[in-house]
């Protein structure tokens, strides 16, 4: 089974600071890893995702991540933020298991950037 | 672009009423997934399927049942729409290694 953990439910932080956004998961299988984000009132759009190779990924508007094998983590990152990262991001992980990809969520880290 | 869209935006059901959802990609894509999100909870699955007339349930199947008749079609059902089903629903379709996802019906039960 696989399962994803978000250690932070809200993450408050003022402009141009750097943020993270931390993220575990496990699985029995290997697996493909994600961020996603939704904008208010507005559906899900990815914002990278790790499927193998160098395990720093980097994806849209400034933002990275690191696929840690050994901590099961896939923790995001970006250097100074703005006021329009302000969203709810969530992670995700797909392991094929049984023949087909099932993709399961964390809860959601809700980002508060502050002017 | 990948096209997923969903029939409705917003829904208004009484407690009771047999509901459809329907979900509709362009992209023929084997895995098609339908989700409810609520608050502090994220995006949970409800069943999701890998090919047409095949189905597994996902993490909450209780009260739903799904249908998928044609690969680009994915229809979630509520048998007898309850209070505790007002929520957001969203539906992804996806290959192999990327999911694209509907604007969502935020369902509500009176």
């Known amino acids: 089974a696989q399962s994803v953990t978000q250690l932070d439910s809200q993450v408050p932080v003022f402009e141009e600071a750097p943020v993270e956004l931390r993220c575990n998961y496990s699985s029995s299988v290997s697996v493909y890893l994600f961020w996603y984000v939704q904008y208010p009132n507005q559906g899900l759009q990815l914002l990278l995702k790790y499927l193998s190779g160098s395990t720093l990924v980097k994806g849209i508007n400034g933002f990275e991540a690191e696929f840690n094998k050994s901590q099961t983590s896939f923790h995001l990152r970006k250097p100074s933020v703005h006021i329009s990262d302000t969203a709810e991001y969530f992670c995700a992980v797909s392991g094929n298991a049984g023949g087909y990809n099932k993709l399961i969520f964390g809860a959601g880290t809700r980002l508060a950037v502050h002017p | ?110």
């Open chain 2, 1 to 110: 672009d990948v096209k997923v869209t969903q029939s409705s935006r917003y829904l208004v059901k009484r407690t009771g009423e047999k509901v459809f959802l329907e979900c509709v990609q362009d992209m023929d894509h084997e895995n098609m997934f339908w989700y409810r999100q609520d608050p502090g909870l994220g995006l949970r699955l409800i069943y999701f399927s890998y090919d047409v007339k095949m189905k597994e349930k996902g993490d909450i199947p209780e009260g739903y049942s799904v249908s998928r008749e044609k690969k680009e079609r994915f229809s979630l059902i509520l048998e007898s729409a309850s209070t505790n089903q007002t929520s957001m629903y969203l539906c992804a379709s996806s290959r192999q290694t990327e999911a694209f996802f509907g604007q969502g019906t935020r369902l509500t039960v009176v």
